[in-house]
């Protein structure tokens, strides 16, 4: 094999070659399936032969998780592909997981008790993440992460790139260390794979006055822009030149200065970034029409902590006044910030109790008021939700409030009775990423229901396939809403497309008569860690399979 063959080409942090595989001690961590730190996550060879031997025989030729040529220390990935262009989409989608993975056979008609404890939020801490870039000296320990996730995996492959080190001190824990970061830019490759990777945007900004990220792409459920993200940034004094499929940003006058923002749309990311700009301006920066979401709220109490002479009030609230500390000071870490427990998660084990019936499932770990529009609506259809003290009360730190257990009974598929129309909103109102969980559950209950999306405009991917278990649903003509009748559902082999819609269908077989296959986990294991487990624990007839 002619050495120029072997050359590896530079994706993430090393050049990868012959005899290199040995130096890279391995840890092969539990963090989204990515060990972390020093050795590389993806290798792109234009070598066929001898990286093929290396395979695991897995019979795809365009990417593999396997040994290097020794087996010790294998990256996260292998490509092979003759072109360097096309072996970073593919590895892009590769650490997405896009269009391989596991499936789940769901078999209906078990009725779901016990307890099950929800994971810190996936939402929240992968904005936390981003906000670590702030921290110029000492490390950050994020408590209650959902490590599992490969969105978390990959936003640490996007932190490590730019020269950030990552460490899991104990299980949910990660501690980050981005004391000393090596550039603005980081890799498009890990940038690609996760949109919420544009959220690193504003700190690179604050914290070395420029960046350039790539734009992340559209995905199934809506074209998602950024305009309201560069918008905010250009009001708080960035330069932006846009070209090329990214951003580069700047400072005009060398800093960020405070400003008014109002967003035309409570968007959540773009509230995020400005927050994050804000904490470092120059001054006083006042978003109205700001997302109310709990995970800005997180993100804005761990931003008071992080960043001396920052001060942030009206979380939770419309409006937000940021004081910024003007670039002073050292933003040591030596700080830990407990992540807040997922909500949509809550939710969707809530759904599950709902759509199988229980008799008094147990859903640990909530705020209530997080899951209030989730609980009100299917309270509405016929199940009890009460609240009581939590068998995890006191294990974080949410401010004033504590956590507390839901308790579900529901009389199960055929006895709920539908709601005439559901609409989701921004928070406080009903959740669009729950929307196609609540479309399943619909699809089973008793009597008709519109459902309009208001927040995405194509997220009616759930009401498609469940189509494919004999759902009654009519999609109306633009596909931002649709008419389901319920009825009774029956298994069959359904794919998934995106996070909730795939989960959705995971919902759906609970209820359904006989087999429901639901191929392409990936996109699951996204946001929810061990699902197969979790409901494997409170009674549900679940098994993961490797499908080919
Ligand atoms: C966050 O996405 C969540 N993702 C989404 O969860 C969630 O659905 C969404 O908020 C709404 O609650 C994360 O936090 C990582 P937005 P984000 O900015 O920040 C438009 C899941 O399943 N918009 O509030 O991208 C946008 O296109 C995911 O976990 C602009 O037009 O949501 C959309 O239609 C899916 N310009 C609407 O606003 C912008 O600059 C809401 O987007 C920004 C957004």
Redesign the pocket.
């Known amino acids: 094999m002619k050495a120029s063959d072997r050359v590896g080409v530079r994706v993430g942090r090393v050049v990868f070659g012959p005899g290199m595989a040995g130096r890279y001690p391995c840890e092969r961590g539990a963090l989204g399936g990515c060990g972390t730190s020093s050795r590389p996550a993806v290798v792109v060879s234009r070598a066929r032969g001898q990286w093929a031997r290396a395979r695991v025989a897995t019979g795809d030729d365009r990417r593999t998780r396997s040994g290097g040529e020794s087996g010790r220390n294998p990256p996260d990935l292998i490509v092979n592909h003759g072109s360097e262009r096309r072996g970073r989409q593919l590895a892009t989608e590769g650490l997405s997981g896009r269009g391989s993975g596991d499936a789940m056979v769901v078999r209906g008609g078990n009725r779901l008790n016990g307890l099950v404890e929800v994971s810190g939020s996936?939402?929240a801490v992968?904005?936390l993440l981003a906000a670590t870039l702030l921290a110029d000296s000492g490390k950050v320990n994020l408590k209650n992460v959902p490590t599992g996730l490969t969105?978390v995996g990959n936003m640490v492959r996007v932190l490590e790139s730019l020269g950030a080190t990552a460490s899991q001190p104990s299980p949910g824990t990660l501690e980050l260390d981005c004391s000393r970061l090596s550039t603005s830019e980081p890799d498009p490759v890990f940038v690609g794979a996760l949109?919420?990777s544009f959220?690193v945007a504003a700190p690179l900004l604050g914290r070395l006055g420029e960046a350039t990220v790539s734009l992340p792409g559209g995905c199934k459920?809506?074209?998602?822009?950024?305009?309201?993200?560069?918008?905010g940034l250009r009001r708080l004094g960035a330069t932006v030149e846009v070209g090329g499929g990214s951003v580069r940003l700047g400072m005009a006058g060398g800093a960020l200065r405070g400003a008014d923002v109002h967003f035309d749309?409570?968007?959540?990311?773009?509230t995020?970034t400005v927050l994050m700009a804000a904490a470092v301006a120059a001054g006083t920066t006042t978003i109205t029409n700001a997302?109310r979401?709990p995970?800005v709220e997180d993100l804005g109490r761990f931003l008071s902590s992080l960043v001396p002479g920052c001060s942030i009030s009206g979380l939770g609230t419309g409006t937000i006044v940021v004081e910024g500390s003007g670039g002073q000071g050292t933003r040591s870490g030596g700080i830990a910030h407990y992540v807040i427990p997922d909500r949509?998660e809550a939710g969707t084990f809530l759904a599950c109790g709902a759509i199988a019936g229980s008799d008094g499932l147990v859903v640990s770990g909530v705020r209530l008021a997080h899951v209030q529009a989730i609980a009100d609506v299917l309270q509405e259809m016929g199940c009890e939700i009460h609240s009581r003290r939590s068998a995890q009360e006191g294990s974080g730190d949410f401010g004033d409030s504590s956590l507390c257990d839901l308790v579900v009974a529901s009389p199960g598929p055929g006895a709920l009775r539908s709601v005439p129309s559901i609409e989701t909103s921004?928070?406080p109102g009903f959740?669009?990423?729950m929307q196609p969980l609540l479309c399943s559950v619909l699809a089973t209950s008793r009597g008709k229901c519109v459902v309009t999306e208001t927040?995405?405009?194509s997220r009616m991917s759930a009401c498609r396939e469940l189509r494919r278990l004999g759902a009654s649903i009519e999609i109306a003509s633009g596909g931002s809403s649709a008419t389901i009748r319920g009825k009774g559902l029956v298994g069959a082999e359904v794919k998934t497309t995106?996070?909730?819609q795939g989960v959705a269908l995971v919902v759906a077989g609970l209820a359904a008569s006989g087999e429901t296959v639901v191929r392409d986990l990936s996109h699951v294991d996204r946001?929810y860690v061990g699902l197969e487990a979790k409901l494997a624990g409170i009674g549900a007839d679940v098994t993961r399979v490797a499908m080919e």
């Open positions: 996936k939402n992968l904005a969105d949109r919420a959220l459920i809506g074209t998602r822009p950024v305009d309201l993200h560069l918008f749309y409570p968007s959540v990311g773009a995020e997302a979401e995970e949509i921004p928070y959740p669009t990423d927040v995405f405009e995106d996070l909730r946001g």
